[in-house]
């Protein structure tokens, strides 16, 4: 009969069981109990000390009470929103037994109104980070619920959206806009209605056009900002005459700006890439490229010029050359290139739009400071620019960088346009 070997053993050592992990069960229907509690005990009985007072006192309470925050962020501020626990639908969770009464969609649409809440936001999440989070989850819950809401539901969800990064409480904009591009819903306008609620909030006060651009661009949707709304408004005729109708001019002016700046930023990459090619694209097709791009995004001759002359200089290598070289150089590439500023300089604005940029780039790259009055004379002897429009630039069209620099430079030259007209006369 066999008998089972003994397993040898360390004297001294107790060897402990592996407890198991113990799981506790999620209650976030008493802790909303607990914090509608907190807050109507910390209230006055009659209201008369006002809700900022009142949130005050709540916002001591919550500090003072031992409860899960870390585990139930969302339902804290859901309770603040709604006044309880949010179901589907935005609708309250039927089993939990208390509500508050006082809270942000239960009060008027105002501004005003709904400014307190955030002050109190501001506090909790300063005292507990950790809290950001629950409100960022709260706001992407109520935004996929927006058709749930009437006009008056969604204009408090704007102001709300508006003062979230009016109060800069850490929220990370992507995820909340990210939600409000669902298609449904952009489809149904709804999210255009809050959208123009939150830029007409977010301008009203103490925040600047630069504050919601910041925004907008850490949100990755600086670029996409039709994409809010419906199918039938997204050109950019039909969605800025909505933002006009709804006294956000300036946005609808940055936002143009925006555009040709795009555009611009393409047809500089299409006329760089084409003009430091090896070898490089004949100068007939490079005309042909700026054209092209110029048709289709309407720009007009004075940013053609200043992108292409850009674009040329970055095809010119300036690195280890001396004063004569560089001048040497510069003169060759502009002369081969000559037709592509010719074809541009149809007029004034536009040649000294192309004066202005070769002195702010003369200016700013030390090495080209002695060239600018030789770039001048041969633009003039090739007649991409008029004397009428060198004259006006030394009289008083100059840029302001380098502008005493570069007069007392080229003042031979125009001495000598003078002369050369007293001559004619």
Known sequence: MSTKEEKPTLAGVNVKTRKRNIVIPEDPGSFADAIVTLCQDAASDDGSAGLEADLEAAAKALDGAELEYSRYGDVLFQVFFAGGRLGTGAQLAAEDKMRLATNILAADATREAINPYFKLFQTLTRRRPFLIRGLENTLVKL????????????????????????????????NIFAALLNDRLVAKGTVLEVMIVFFQEFLAKDTTLDDLVSILVKANIANRLMDFAPPNKRTPHEFH???????????????????????????QDALTEAITADPPLAVAEVLNIAKSKKQESNLPDGEVLRVSWLALMKSINLTGKNQQQITQALMQKLKSHGKLFATFATNAKAELALLNTIQVFCYEDTRMLKCFTDIVKLLYNAEIVGEDTVQHWYKKGSHTKGRAVFLKDIEPFMKWLEEAEEDDD
Do not use: C
Request: proline share 2%; hydrophobic share 50%.
């Open 143 to 174: 935004m996929l619920s927006l058709e749930f809401f009437d006009d008056v539901g969604r204009k408090k969800l704007g102001i709300a959206l508006a003062l979230t990064f009016s109060w800069k409480i850490g929220v990370v904009p992507g």
């Open 241 to 267: 005459l909505v933002l006009k109708n709804a006294g956000l001019n300036s946005l609808v002016e940055w936002d143009v700006q925006r555009e040709i700046d795009l555009r611009v930023s393409e047809l």
